[in-house]
């Protein structure tokens, strides 16, 4: 059983920045990778970055490319997402994920195996 904790959130104005952590915990923690997505009021929960446990290899939704950034500290089972120039249309609930072994498409959430409880982000105009 895998568990995963964020933090990090909170509420930062225009221009501002976040970094949001997930903690993991578990002894069968060993992910494929990990994944950050956001829900919006009244939006569906999107895909928003990627990285690989072992390669550390990346992937971004277009919308955050440059202005996000995912990495990891393998030592610690921890994900975090660095969020800079933040705009209004970025207020969501974060959350992390997990996918174990690989069985579909990771902008997909339903082919994630694990999540976080999510953190709320506000960005203040």
């Keep these: 059983q895998v568990q995963l904790v964020e933090s990090g959130g909170g509420l930062v104005q225009t221009g501002g ?7 993991a915990s578990g002894r069968t ?6 994944g950050w997505f956001r829900q919006a009021p009244g939006k569906e929960r999107e895909f928003v970055a990627l990285i690989f446990w072992r390669s550390g290899g ?4 277009d919308s955050v490319k440059g202005q996000f950034t995912i ?9 975090y997402l660095q ?5 209004p249309e970025d207020t969501a609930v974060y959350y992390c994920a997990g996918v174990q072994r690989y069985r579909g498409s990771y902008y997909n959430p339903n082919n ?5 409880q999510g ?3 506000t960005v203040s105009s």
């Design 17 to 23: 920045s976040l970094k949001l952590s997930c903690a």
């Design 29 to 34: 923690f060993s992910p494929e990778a990990m």
């Design 58 to 61: 990346t992937y971004y939704a």
């Design 71 to 79: 990495f990891k500290a393998n030592a610690k089972n921890t994900v």
């Design 83 to 87: 969020m800079n120039s933040l705009k």
């Design 112 to 116: 994630y195996d694990y999540w976080g």
């Design 119 to 121: 953190t709320q982000v």
